[in-house]
C-alpha cells in the first residue's frame, strides 16, 4: 500500500461511502451494488498481501468496481435464450417479450418496446438495419448474407456491431425504465 500510515481498515472506512455511490450511480439494485462493493473490497484486502504496492487506493478501488460492474452486465446478457426455430416465422422476438395476455402493464412494457424497437431500426442505415434484422430476427447466418449481397463477413459483422451498438444505447434506457 502507498500510504503505510493507513491500514487496509482505514482505507476500506474512508472509501467505502464515496464507493457505494459510484457502484450505485451505474447499478440499479441495491443488493447487486452492495455484492459488487464486497467483492471490490475482498479484492482489495487480497491486492495488499501482494508485495507488488497499491500506489492510490481510491483509484485502484474504482478501477476494481468498474470491471466488477461490466463482468455483472456482461453475465446477465450470457444468460441461456431459447433456440431459434426456423419454423417460428418470427415468433422468436414475440416470445422475448412481455407477453400480450400478460395484463395491462405487460401489454404497455410490449407496446413500448416494439414502438422503441422499430424506431431504433429505422433510425440505421439501411444496411446496418437489413443485416442486423437478417441475422437477429430471421436467423440467417453472415456466410449465407454474404453470398447472397455479395458483401465481405467482416463488413457484415462491422454493420451489425454498429447496429447492436446503437440499438443498446437507444432501448436501454427504456429498458431500465420498465425494468424488464
Not at 17 to 35: C, M, S, T, W, Y
Not at 155 to 168: E, Q
Given at each position: 500500500?502507498?500510504?503505510?500510515?493507513?491500514?487496509?481498515?482505514?482505507i476500506?472506512?474512508?472509501?467505502r461511502?464515496?464507493?457505494?455511490?459510484?457502484i450505485?450511480?451505474?447499478?440499479?439494485?441495491?443488493g447487486?451494488?452492495?455484492?459488487?462493493?464486497?467483492?471490490?473490497?475482498?479484492?482489495?484486502?487480497?491486492a495488499?498481501?501482494?508485495?507488488?504496492?497499491?500506489?492510490?487506493?481510491?483509484?485502484?478501488?474504482?478501477r476494481?468496481?468498474?470491471?466488477?460492474?461490466?463482468?455483472r452486465?456482461?453475465?446477465?446478457?450470457?444468460?441461456?435464450?431459447?433456440?431459434?426455430?426456423?419454423d417460428?416465422d418470427?415468433?422468436?422476438?414475440?416470445?422475448?417479450?412481455?407477453?400480450?395476455?400478460?395484463?395491462?402493464e405487460?401489454?404497455?412494457a410490449?407496446?413500448?418496446?416494439?414502438a422503441?424497437?422499430?424506431a431504433?431500426?429505422?433510425?440505421?442505415p439501411?444496411?446496418?438495419?437489413?443485416v442486423?434484422?437478417?441475422?437477429?430476427?430471421?436467423?440467417?447466418?453472415f456466410?449465407?448474407?454474404?453470398a447472397?449481397?455479395g458483401?465481405?463477413?467482416?463488413t457484415l459483422?462491422?454493420w451489425?456491431?454498429?447496429?447492436?451498438?446503437h440499438?443498446?444505447?437507444?432501448?436501454?434506457?427504456?429498458?431500465?425504465?420498465?425494468?424488464?
Amino acid at each position: 500500500m502507498t500510504e503505510p500510515a493507513e491500514g487496509i481498515t482505514d482505507i476500506v472506512a474512508r472509501e467505502r461511502k464515496r464507493l457505494f455511490g459510484f457502484i450505485r450511480r451505474r447499478v440499479a439494485d441495491p443488493g447487486d451494488a452492495e455484492d459488487i462493493l464486497q467483492d471490490v473490497f475482498h479484492e482489495f484486502v487480497r491486492a495488499c498481501s501482494l508485495p507488488e504496492p497499491i500506489e492510490q487506493a481510491g483509484a485502484w478501488l474504482v478501477r476494481v468496481a468498474q470491471n466488477r460492474i461490466v463482468d455483472r452486465f456482461r453475465k446477465r446478457r450470457e444468460e441461456q435464450l431459447p433456440e431459434f426455430d426456423e419454423d417460428d416465422d418470427g415468433i422468436y422476438l414475440d416470445q422475448q417479450l412481455p407477453s400480450p395476455d400478460g395484463g395491462p402493464e405487460a401489454a404497455y412494457a410490449r407496446s413500448m418496446l416494439l414502438a422503441a424497437l422499430s424506431a431504433a431500426l429505422d433510425e440505421l442505415p439501411a444496411n446496418e438495419r437489413d443485416v442486423f434484422i437478417a441475422h437477429e430476427l430471421e436467423g440467417t447466418s453472415f456466410n449465407e448474407l454474404s453470398a447472397s449481397g455479395g458483401v465481405n463477413v467482416n463488413t457484415l459483422l462491422g454493420w451489425k456491431r454498429r447496429a447492436v451498438l446503437h440499438l443498446r444505447a437507444r432501448l436501454q434506457p427504456l429498458y431500465d425504465e420498465l425494468d424488464w
